[in-house]
C-alpha cells in the first residue's frame, strides 16, 4: 500500500466553512489532483493565498517535497 498523498475535507460545526488539506508525503514535488463532490473555488489560506477554480469536479495542487496546502472551499 503506497500512500503518496493524501487529502480530506474539515467542515465547521455551523457547516458554513469548508478547507480541503492536502499533504504530500513525497521527498520531491508532486502534482496532485483530488476529487470532490462539486466543482469549487479554493483559496490557499497558509502561504501564497493562491485562487484556484474548476469548474469540474476535480482539482489539482502542486505541492513541494513533504508539503502540505490548506485551501478554503468558496
Known sequence: DDHKAYAFLRTSRDG???ALVVLNFQ???QQ???TLDEPVRL???LSTGQLIAS???QVE?????YG???YEIT
Open 68 to 70: 502540505y496546502g490548506i
Open 43 to 45: 483559496h490557499e489560506v
Open 16 to 18: 458554513c466553512q469548508r
Open 32 to 34: 496532485i489532483e483530488v
Open 55 to 57: 469548474t469540474r469536479r
Open 27 to 29: 521527498p520531491s514535488a
Open 61 to 65: 495542487v502542486r505541492l513541494p517535497a
